[in-house]
Structures are given as C-alpha cells and as structure tokens.
C-alpha cells in the first residue's frame, strides 16, 4: 500500500537523517533524488547507495525537505514554486515555528505535512547514515487543518517505508514533548559535559560507563543545535524552570546534610530518597516504552 502512494520521492539536504532515509527507500525500490546546497555531500550520500545526484525531470511523488528548522520554510517554498515534486514533508525536530513561517511565505499546505522521525545519532553527516536508523522508531505527522489526504497519505507512507511507526500529533504537543524526551536532555548533557572542562586531570581519569552514557548525546553538532533549541525555546524553558526547582531543592537538602553529616536531617534524607525514587520511576517508563515512545533523541534536523 505504501508503495502504490509513494513511488518516487527527492531527498533536499543529505546530513544524518536525509541520507538515512534515502538508503531507506532504496532498500524498498525506490531511488531518490538527492539535492544538498553542499555538493559534496549529496555526491557523498550518492556514492553511499542512497539515491543519484540532482533534481528529477518532472514532479516526484514527495519531496523530503531535510533542513534545519530554521530552513524549512524557505526551502518549501523554494522547492513547491519550482515544481519539484507533487507533495512535501520535513523531518525538522520543530514543527511549530516552520509551519507558521510557511504558512507567512505564502507556501501550499494543501501540499505539505511536517514530520519528524524520532530517531538520530550524536555524529552528524551523510557518513553517519543508516538504513535501519527509522526501524521500530516512531515517526510523528503533524498535518494542519488544511492539510490534503493525498499529502498526509505519502507522508505516512515515507513513514512505513522507512520501518518507522506514524503517529500523529498537534504541532504544538509535539514540540512540548520533544523538549521533554529530546531537546531538554541534549542541553543537560551539555551542561554536565561543559562542568568536565573545570575537572583536574586525575579527576576525568576516573570517568567511567555511566559518565559516557549520561553525555552521550552531547557530542552533537553545536551550531545545529543552537538552531534547534532557539526553535523550541519556550517549550524547553518551560522544561526547565521546573528542573531548577527540583535542583534548587536538591541542593538545599545537600548544605542541610553537609551541615551535620553525623546526624542528618530526616528532611534532606527524605527529599534525596524521593528524588532517586522519582529518577528510577521515570526512567522505568521509557524502558517499557522503548519501543513505541516518544523517547528517541532527535539529531540531524
């Protein structure tokens, strides 16, 4: 089904998740066409197995636009107004600000459907790319009112094609929920990372697994991000004006221990308690979830 509404497709912009979803494609049949302002990238994707160099003769099916947020816009409505292809989707991590920026340029939303696989790497590129990368992974749609079904319909069907899981959701309740699941967690990652930089060398020697896991995602593309959390800015603040509170109270209960170490405070051994107990129940609720949450860290777009 989802190759009868989906039989040809442009990939514009080759990093991680445009070349990834190109080898996705053509692991079904369908050989994209792969456009990046860089063209070494997109020479680079071609050379990878994921589709040939250039725009098609005539209208595809659907256009992936696999920018930036801050791009997306612009490049839809560059792309609808050459006629590159009869449908558009994105893959930005941000699906609010594109939307009413598109909606300002004057672009088709007839014709076109946010979308955002809930899947990346912290390595960033067309080299980085996997074929897998979408499998198992949800994949959130985030039509508008005036959305066409034959846009919303391939747009789900790059979804399936690439093992993804479609889910739909309000513009707005994605954002809010990736600033949890994704945005939130890389800007943590980074202010834990950043604290290393103040650390003697004696000290990092004793970095361990559990230090590498919690700052993973921090070795994502810096200029990238900035442009995705700026994106998301208010969603991720409200994130984390509520883990300020909760560090805020943390801290407090640590001076109070630190204070009287031979005889703790019930107050601040109750309060540290609950806030391991609050981190093993959270943490339950995405392992359990793993394999139809929304807790795949978002990285490429």
């Not at 994605?174 to 604290?195: F, K």
């Not at 019930?266 to 609720?285: I, K, N």
């Amino acid at each position: 089904m989802a190759q009868q509404l989906m039989r040809s497709a442009v990939v514009v912009g080759t990093g991680l998740i445009g070349t990834s979803i190109a080898l996705a494609l053509r692991d079904q049949g369908i050989t994209p066409y792969l456009i990046d302002e860089n063209p070494e990238a997109a020479r680079t994707a071609a050379g990878l197995g994921a589709g040939v160099v250039g725009p098609p003769r005539a209208p595809v099916d659907l256009a992936v636009i696999a920018v930036p947020p801050q791009h997306v816009a612009a490049s839809l409505r560059e792309h609808q107004s050459g006629g590159l292809a009869h449908d558009f989707t994105d893959v930005s991590s941000v699906k609010v600000r594109p939307q009413e920026e598109a909606a300002e340029l004057g672009c088709d939303l007839v014709r076109f459907v946010g979308g955002h696989p809930m899947a990346g790497r912290e390595r960033s590129g067309p080299l980085a790319a996997q074929v897998d990368l979408f499998r198992g992974r949800p994949w959130v749609l985030t039509p508008t009112e005036s959305a066409g079904d034959r846009a919303v319909g391939r747009t789900r069907a790059l979804a399936e094609l690439c093992g993804a899981r479609p889910v739909v959701m309000d513009a707005a309740q994605h954002d809010r929920a990736v600033a949890l699941v994704s945005h939130t967690p890389h800007l943590i990652a980074s202010l834990l990372s950043g604290r290393l930089l103040h650390g003697e060398e004696s000290q990092l020697q004793l970095a361990g697994q559990g230090l590498r896991d919690a700052t993973r995602i921090a070795g994502g593309d810096a200029d990238l991000w900035t442009h995705i959390l700026s994106s998301n800015a208010a969603a991720v603040a409200e994130v984390l004006t509520d883990l300020v509170l909760d560090l805020d109270a943390a801290v407090d209960a640590l001076r109070e221990l630190a204070k009287a170490p031979s005889e703790p405070g019930p107050a601040g051994l109750s309060h540290l308690r609950d806030v391991l107990v609050r981190g093993t129940r959270g943490r339950g609720l995405i392992q359990e979830g793993s394999s139809g949450g929304l807790s795949g860290v978002a990285v490429g777009t």
